[in-house]
T-cell receptor, first 111, second 114 residues
Framework: KQEVTQIPAALSVPEGENLVLNCSFTDSAIYNLQWFRQDPGKGLTSLLLIQSSQREQTSGRLNASLDKSSGRSTLYIAASQPGDSATYLCAAQNRDDKIIFGKGTRLHILP | NAGVMQNPRHLVRRRGQEARLRCSPMKGHSHVYWYRQLPEEGLKFMVYLQKENIIDESGMPKERFSAEFPKEGPSILRIQQVVRGDSAAYFC????????????FGPGTRLTVT
């Protein structure tokens, strides 16, 4: 049974710093690994999707990596800004097409 | 190409009433998934439907919850006799197909049971 874990649950960093959010999953038989952003009381914004055959994806200041063999993914945010404050969700799409979500990391960028 | 649409965005029901949540998939998508996000919990899979068929309902509570995706019209998630524990955000996603196709999420419906 797939389990997705995100560490830390919450993180506060000063503006301008680079940071890494971690995600681990127990079953490496996935189609893809996706990172979402969720603002309080809002919906999901897809940030990056990494197919199982890929190692990483980049969009602007964001870079996500995938290591299936170790069951890990990281989301790297460069030069953090206060507008990056949100909850970041990691999600693995299983072979049965269900998406299993982690509980998220609540990120707070200090101005 | 409009994204996944859900309505209403916010729904308030009293205990014992029925809640109907609607999801219109992206144009051309025939696969719909429902997920629930309870307060302070992660999103969890509820049900997977194709047109007129329930493919996987392993995440649905056994009682009071049902889902459909008719040939015409939106997918409906129906909750009968709502209780306070049903208060949550309900997200719908759609995809072009199964077997690894990306799922696109709607904005969610926030259900509050008073």
């Amino acid at each position: 049974k797939q389990e997705v874990t995100q560490i830390p649950a919450a993180l506060s960093v000063p503006e301008g710093e680079n940071l890494v959010l971690n995600c681990s999953f127990t079953d490496s038989a996935i189609y893809n690994l996706q990172w979402f952003r969720q603002d309080p009381g809002k919906g999901l914004t897809s940030l990056l999707l990494i197919q199982s055959s890929q190692r990483e994806q980049t969009s602007g200041r964001l870079n996500a990596s995938l290591d299936k063999s170790s069951g890990r993914s990281t989301l790297y945010i460069a030069a953090s800004q206060p507008g990056d404050s949100a909850t970041y969700l990691c999600a693995a799409q299983n072979r049965d097409d269900k998406i299993i979500f982690g509980k998220g990391t609540r990120l707070h960028i200090l101005p | 190409n409009a994204g996944v649409m859900q309505n209403p965005r916010h729904l308030v029901r009293r205990r014992g009433q029925e809640a109907r949540l609607r999801c219109s998939p992206m144009k051309g998508h025939s696969h719909v998934y429902w997920y629930r996000q309870l307060p302070e919990e992660g999103l969890k899979f509820m049900v997977y439907l194709q047109k007129e068929n329930i493919i996987d309902e392993s995440g649905m509570p056994k009682e009071r919850f049902s889902a459909e995706f008719p040939k015409e019209g939106p997918s409906i998630l129906r909750i009968q006799q709502v209780v306070r524990g049903d208060s949550a955000a309900y997200f719908c996603a759609s995809s072009l197909g199964s077997v690894g196709y990306e799922q696109y999420f709607g904005p969610g419906t926030r259900l509050t049971v008073t």
